[in-house]
């Protein structure tokens, strides 16, 4: 059982390049999200997802699409990288039954954009 | 506007006394609060939760209490070892029903010193 992988770690892209970082789950969680993490702003969502084929925006949507075509897969695509766009994105997990709502988190690509 | 605020970037404290982290909120329908440790370049991993009917919930050294009247949660650590410090972050769910959306605070970083 991995828990919740993300691909690559590091990645450097010149501004207006595109790119997708990949995060995948075998747990079998109905819900994934997509966080950005920057200095002293904490963690920020910028997608999520209750299932497959349903996605949603969150905090901070703007300069990323993403799509749900299974269960296990949840990619976050940058369609024309920006500097602003430079930071560590974490992906979660987290079962529809939880009654905690406790999510589990991948360890994160870490992204800069020149 | 941020909904869940951790003003004290970084606290310190020696092994084998407490360390007290501390968040505040201003959404009255949040219904869990969690907090998450995180260490260099992982993903935040999960610590503990208090639901918003509790004021208090126990975890070994881990302790959140919550007050709802004041909207402020605080972690406590008995005794502190090396081993945790880390970053933390308080996160709340909006309530809103399975979203799988948290908010996070913005960090604190925890230095225990042998």
């Known amino acids: 059982n991995a828990g919740v992988t993300q691909t690559p770690k590091f990645q450097v892209l010149k501004t207006g390049q595109s790119m997708t970082l990949q995060c995948a789950q075998d747990m079998n969680h109905e819900y994934m999200s997509w966080y950005r993490q920057d200095p002293g702003m904490g963690l920020r969502l910028i997608h999520y997802s209750v299932g497959a084929g349903i996605t949603d925006q969150g905090e901070v949507p703007n300069g990323y699409n993403v799509s749900r075509s299974t269960t296990e897969d949840f990619p976050l695509r940058l369609l024309s990288a920006a500097p602003s766009q430079t930071s560590v994105y974490f992906c979660?997990?987290?079962?529809?039954?939880?009654?905690?709502?406790?999510?589990?988190f991948g360890p994160g690509t870490r992204l800069t954009v020149l | 506007d941020q909904q869940v605020k951790q003003n004290s970037p970084s606290l310190s404290v020696q092994e084998g006394r407490i360390s007290i982290l501390n968040c505040d909120y201003t959404n009255s329908m949040f219904d869990y609060f969690l907090w998450y440790k995180k260490y260099p370049a992982e993903g935040p991993t999960f610590l503990i939760s208090i639901s918003s009917i509790k004021d208090k919930n126990e975890d070994g050294r881990f302790t959140v209490f919550l007050n709802k009247s004041a909207k402020h949660l605080s972690l406590h650590i008995v005794p502190s070892q090396p081993g945790d410090s880390a970053v933390y972050f308080c996160a709340a769910s909006p309530g809103s029903g399975n979203t799988g959306k948290l908010i996070f605070g913005q960090g604190t970083t925890l230095q225990v010193k042998p």
């Open positions: 979660a997990s987290r079962s529809q039954g939880s009654t905690t709502d406790t999510q589990y």
